[in-house]
Structures are given as C-alpha cells and as structure tokens.
C-alpha cells in the first residue's frame, strides 16, 4: 500500500483567555492508501481541527501535509480542496432546495477531474448503487430520511472522483441498522475501489469496524 495522506511536524494553537492552548504538538502520522481508518479522542482533544487541517480548511501554524507527496500548499488550498477531497458532515450538508441528483451533480460541476460527460445519468447510477431509487433521486433531499440523506451525501463525495474522503460523525444522527449499512458502504469504498476513508467519530461501532483505529491525545496521533 502506498502512502496518500502524511502530515510532518504539525502543531496548532489558539489563545484562549490569554493563554496559548495547545491543540496539536508536533504530531506526525501517515495515512495509506485503500484503508478505512477510524480517529478517536476525547472531546476538546483536537479532531475536529483536525479535520480542517487535513482537508486544507485551515491551516496549521507550523509544519507541513502532503497528499501523494507533494504539499497541500504547493497544489494550492482551493485545488486541493476541488479536486483532492470530499467530506462527509454529521449533518449532510446539502442542498435544500436542490433534488438528490441536483447535488451530487454540484459536485460535479464543481471539480477538475476528469469525469464522464453525462453527468445526470452518472449521478443516477451512483445513487442507485447506494439505496437510492430514480424516484427518490428526483425528491428534494428534504423529502428524504436521515439515512437516505446520508447516502446521498457519500454518492456526493464520489461523484468528483477523488481518493481521499472525509467524514466527521457521520453516523451521529442515525440509528444502529442505518449506522451498519453506512459502515458497510465505508468499508466497500476503501476495499473494493481503493479510496482512502478518515472518519472523526465518537461510535464504537465505526471504530471496531475500520481497518485501522487512531487515537488522538495530548496533541499526538498513534495507532491503538
């Protein structure tokens, strides 16, 4: 397996009632490809920020993050962000008064990757392999359950045909079925297409089913 996701030297920290807080302390740690990786921690201890660092949303105060080995900085933030990545929210994030085929098409638009030139049909195909149907494909995303939504938001993170995919608690809101079905299509992505999966969680249940589990405390990430 070949190293897709490396971050060197990364330290970051906030002033807090006048005092520097130190969220991450010097942390370093490799992601490799086709893996399925779970990070966990107690709250406050970083993960979140994390998240923003490794998805090029902010920026650490020192050190560096290489996809595929070359800095994010070099790409470019906005490139990366474009063309390197998808995220997966707790809350969906989608588009409200847009249908489930209308958004994962957005994401589409929005991409350099080369990808196949009829959109629409693409964007249908990739709903149906995740559980949603034409018919529900063309409901506003309102219309459907937090599970289905959630599907569509992981139809989403594809459809720019990147390698590298985020999620923070992206089973929070849901039931314990639907959080297994979610897992399932976790573990089918990394396995069977070779994307690289990073889920934040709080959730037992994703964590002991992820290839590799991380922990982050006191600033540092380390395997567990």
Same mark, same amino acid.
């Given at each position: 397996?070949?190293?897709?996701?490396?971050?060197?030297?990364?330290?970051?920290?906030?002033?807090?009632?006048?005092?520097?807080?130190?969220?991450?302390?010097?942390?370093?740690?490799?992601?490799?490809?086709?893996?399925? /990786?779970?990070? #966990?921690?107690?709250? &406050?201890?970083?993960? $979140?920020?994390?998240?923003? =660092? *490794?998805?090029? +949303?902010?920026?650490?105060?020192?050190?560096?993050?290489?996809?595929?080995?070359?800095?994010?900085?070099?790409?470019?933030?906005?490139?990366?962000?474009?063309?390197?990545?998808?995220?997966?929210?707790?809350?969906?994030?989608?588009?409200?008064?847009?249908?489930?085929?209308?958004?994962?098409?957005?994401?589409?638009?929005?991409?350099?990757?080369?990808?196949?030139?009829?959109?629409?049909?693409?964007? /249908?195909?990739? #709903?149906?392999?995740? &559980?949603?149907?034409? $018919?529900?494909?063309?409901? =506003? *995303?309102?219309? +459907?359950?937090?599970?289905?939504?959630?599907?569509?938001?992981?139809?989403?993170?594809?459809?720019?045909?990147?390698?590298?995919?985020?999620?923070?608690?992206?089973?929070?809101?849901?039931?314990?079925?639907?959080?297994?079905?979610?897992?399932?299509?976790?573990?089918?992505?990394?396995?069977?297409?070779?994307?690289?999966?990073?889920?934040?969680?709080?959730?037992?249940?994703?964590?002991?089913?992820?290839?590799?589990?991380?922990?982050?405390?006191?600033?540092?990430?380390?395997?567990?």
């Amino acid at each position: 397996m070949s190293e897709i996701l490396k971050l060197e030297n990364i330290n970051y920290s906030y002033i807090d009632g006048g005092y520097e807080r130190v969220i991450l302390n010097d942390l370093s740690f490799a992601f490799e490809s086709g893996q399925f /990786y779970t990070v #966990l921690g107690p709250s &406050g201890s970083g993960k $979140t920020t994390l998240l923003s =660092l *490794v998805a090029g +949303l902010d920026e650490p105060k020192s050190g560096n993050i290489y996809f595929n080995g070359e800095d994010i900085k070099k790409i470019t933030l906005p490139k990366y962000r474009r063309n390197c990545i998808s995220i997966v929210f707790q809350q969906y994030n989608l588009i409200s008064y847009l249908t489930a085929v209308e958004n994962v098409m957005l994401a589409m638009s929005e991409t350099d990757n080369k990808l196949p030139k009829d959109h629409k049909n693409v964007a /249908y195909n990739l #709903l149906e392999r995740f &559980g949603i149907v034409r $018919t529900k494909a063309d409901r =506003l *995303v309102g219309q +459907l359950s937090g599970g289905e939504q959630q599907r569509v938001a992981i139809a989403r993170s594809l459809a720019s045909n990147v390698d590298l995919i985020f999620a923070d608690e992206p089973t929070g809101n849901l039931d314990t079925a639907t959080e297994q079905e979610i897992i399932n299509i976790f573990k089918e992505l990394s396995h069977d297409y070779g994307k690289t999966i990073i889920v934040v969680t709080h959730s037992d249940l994703v964590s002991q089913m992820s290839d590799e589990r991380v922990l982050l405390k006191d600033g540092k990430l380390a395997k567990i």
